[in-house]
T-cell receptor
């Protein structure tokens, strides 16, 4: 059965800390992995990863994929209270032309001032 | 930018009522989805549609139905609302694997 597992489910850190969020997957014919950030409303797209070992970066956020060990990490450096959110990881179902996604349960990140 | 609009941010209904959640997207996407989101369970797919009048069951379709009469509009229907359908409902539109979401409807069934 295809699945995506995120860890930890919740995390509380202080402003300025660095955090690492994990997403592991078991999906046959894997092609890509997506990260989203969800604050109070709609999830917003962060990264799409398709190649192993190539870091994607956006400001203080970065992400990398390991296709051998079947996981991805999302790093946030010098965290700010505005980084508090639920971070979601998803993998498109292979060979599915409708682009259905398998979602992890999310990591709820709380940044304390 | 794709805009996905859900008709209500918050909705309170009573057990047994028929409930309609509306979703409209403005980018001519074929694929549209309805999810519910519950703490610790992530996003679970209820139904999706890949064309007008076409629909497919997702992982948790029981108690729900959908309607897609026009390409831009995808409606979720709770035939007879129950308290276990209290949840956040997210509509999404997809192209080439990238998914854009509406702001969600937080539905409470009393």
């Amino acid at each position: 059965e295809d699945k995506v597992v995120q860890s930890p489910l919740s995390l509380v850190v202080h402003e300025g800390d660095t955090v690492t969020l994990n997403c592991s997957y078991e999906v046959t014919n894997f092609r890509s992995l997506l990260w989203y950030k969800q604050e109070k409303k709609a999830p917003t797209f962060l990264f799409m990863l398709t190649s192993s070992g190539i870091e994607k970066k956006s400001g203080r956020l970065s992400s990398i994929l390991d296709k051998k060990e079947l996981f991805s990490i999302l790093n946030i450096t010098a965290t700010q209270t505005g980084d508090s959110a639920v971070y979601l990881c998803a993998v498109p179902l292979p060979m599915d032309s409708n682009y259905r996604l398998i979602w992890g349960a999310g990591t709820k990140l709380i940044i304390k001032p | 930018d794709v805009k996905v609009t859900q008709s209500s941010r918050y909705l309170v209904k009573r057990t047994g009522e028929k409930v309609f959640l509306e979703c409209v997207q403005d980018m001519d996407h074929e694929n549209m989805f309805w999810y519910r989101q519950d703490p610790g369970l992530g996003l679970r797919l209820i139904y999706f549609s890949y064309d007008v009048k076409m629909k497919e069951k997702g992982d948790i379709p029981e108690g729900y139905s959908v309607s897609r009469e026009k390409k831009e509009r995808f409606s979720l229907i709770l035939e007879s609302a129950s308290t276990n359908q209290t949840s956040m409902y997210l509509c999404a539109s997809t192209t080439m694997g990238l998914t854009d979401f509406g702001d969600g409807t937080r539905l409470s069934i009393l």
